[in-house]
């Protein structure tokens, strides 16, 4: 195998993921020619739609921003693509397979740029697109009125001073650090209160399942820790049927030979929140996610999760 193709999304962001996972490849694989191709997802094609689960509706595959480099992967148009993990559904495509995830993951924390919360006044305008952390903003701030919006950062960035100008924009700290544009976070918000989506940070390596060479040329690239973590905050958010438009957040962290996964499920109101943390060995990182799924849910997750689906 001389020539790896692979795809990513078309935005500032998605080339710079690419880029950062290419980077160790081609230092380890200096006999192989990676070549980058970019796929202009559903997501990205419609900008006018606020709700990123309209946009999936409209799509093929009923993914917003995989669904095209999915079909791509398995017509052996590229060979490998490189994802965002929380932009990435929990159900596996038939024909294509995850690679172990690798390291280091990027900051996992949202942020808000333009205000701190404390320094939001009453009634601020902040914009996102995103249920969770609308339902997680109004939580913690109800008074707040939040604005959709969707796009490339640094677009939604420029909505703090330009036309419809909102007082603040809410985050990913990972696209931000990547993309070089740090400078631009007034404040990363506490794990605790303000849980990040399963997988948010990590990128996820998509390669077909019957592609044995390419299989074992990147086999070994994982980060373990990082894996596990990622795996653990999937496996709850498929326990719990959700996606990336559900207002669930998850958060693992690993202390040795345990791992702690800490699950937050917010109505969109922001009115209710139910929280769940369990605590387990390292080794069965799926079996701890289902059991904060099953903790989350006797605590009321299951009628939250239900009013939103209706």
Known sequence: MTTVIVGSRASRLARAQVREWLGPMRERFPQVTFRQRVILEGGDEDRRTASLAEVAAKTESGNAFSGKQQRALLAGQVDVVVHSFKDLPTEPTPGLMLLPVPGPREDVRDVLCGHTLATLPPGARVGTGAQRRIA???????????VPIRGN?????????GPGAVDAVLLAAAGLGRLGIGAEISEHLDVTTFPPSPGQGALAIQVRTEDERLRELLAGIGDPVVDAAVRAERSMLEALHGGCSVPVGAHATVSGDSMHLSGTVTSLDGKEQVRATVSDLLGDPEGLGQAVA????????????????A
């Open 136 to 146: 997680q903003l109004r939580a913690l701030r109800p008074d707040i009125v939040t």
């Open 294 to 309: 099953a903790e989350l849910m006797k605590r009321g997750a299951d009628g939250i999760l239900a009013a939103i689906r």
């Open 153 to 161: 950062v640094p677009p939604r960035l420029g909505r703090i001073k």
